[in-house]
């Protein structure tokens, strides 16, 4: 775990503790998160998962807004309960009011997207066809069942898969 990662998480819990005048429970934290979230805070589980890609690549933006924005999930959680909404207002005063910070709900980080493997699907109108990601295609597998917008046809593979 970076230092400077582990510190910023510590900043902001001793900000939440300063502000509500109470002690939080910290936090388990890794850099285990892929894909196009840059973070994510699992509230039961009282841990938060940062993409090491996303933070490598954006690191001074990454520590000061992503940070903040997990850790006031979970403070958010620990101070209102279960029951709020993930980015209504109790979140939104911890970010506006503990950390100074804009409430955004969406990184703008530039993501790479990988090269994926693509399983093409039709339906019998116009014979067009639909791209599924290889995670889709194993819940076709399983019996899930996809259906054209169009002609509420049961969307079928083709046989035919592609690489981008």
């Known amino acids: 775990m970076p230092q400077q990662l582990q510190a910023r998480v510590e900043a902001c819990y001793q900000q939440a503790e300063t502000f509500f005048q109470r002690p939080f429970v910290r936090p388990e934290v890794s850099l285990k998160l892929r894909g196009q979230k840059a973070g994510v805070a699992h509230l039961d589980e009282n ?23 997990e850790v006031a999930h979970l403070v958010a959680h620990q101070m ?67 259906f054209c917008r169009r002609c509420r046809a049961t969307l079928v593979f083709s046989g035919e898969s592609r690489v981008e």
Do not use: D, K
């Open 47 to 69: 841990r938060l998962r940062f993409n090491a890609q996303l933070y490598r690549e954006n690191r001074e933006h990454f520590l000061t807004q992503t940070v903040a924005h």
């Open 80 to 146: 209102f309960g279960p029951r709020i909404r993930p980015h209504g207002e109790e979140w939104q005063l911890i970010m506006r009011g503990v950390y100074g910070l804009p409430p955004n709900r969406c990184h703008t980080y530039e993501v790479t997207r990988r090269r994926g493997t693509y399983y093409l699907y039709r339906c019998r109108c116009e014979g067009q066809t639909f791209p599924f990601s290889a995670q889709r295609h194993a819940l076709v597998a399983r019996g899930r069942r996809y």
